[in-house]
C-alpha cells in the first residue's frame, strides 16, 4: 500500500472513530463496472454479515451502484472491507 493510500485510511479510521459509537449501523456506497462479476464481487465481501445490499444500473447499463448497509464492529473492520474491495478492477468508494 502507497504512503498516500495509508494516510487516506488512518484518516477514515479516526474520522470513524470520532463520529461513532461502536458496534454501529454503517452505509458503504461503490460504484462498479456492471460488466464479469463485480457486483457480485462487492455483494460477497459483505456475505453472512446481516447486510441489506441495494443496487441501481446506470441509464446506460454500463456502471452499477452498490449500497450495503451494515452493523460494523469497529472502525478497523470498515478499513478492512474498503482494502477488500478495492482490488475489484475499476471500483469508486463514494
Wanted: proline fraction near 2%.
Amino acid at each position: 500500500m502507497d504512503k498516500n493510500t495509508e494516510e487516506f485510511y488512518d484518516r477514515l479510521k479516526t474520522e470513524l472513530d470520532l463520529s461513532n459509537t461502536w458496534p454501529a449501523l454503517y452505509l458503504f456506497k461503490f460504484i462498479v463496472p456492471t460488466e464479469n462479476d463485480n457486483v457480485e464481487r462487492v455483494e460477497q465481501a459483505f456475505n453472512c454479515m446481516g447486510a441489506v445490499i441495494k443496487t441501481t444500473k446506470s441509464r446506460t447499463g454500463k456502471f452499477t451502484s452498490v449500497s450495503i448497509d451494515v452493523q460494523m464492529k469497529n472502525s478497523q473492520e470498515i478499513v478492512e472491507k474498503y482494502q477488500e474491495v478495492s482490488v475489484i478492477k475499476g471500483i469508486i468508494s463514494l
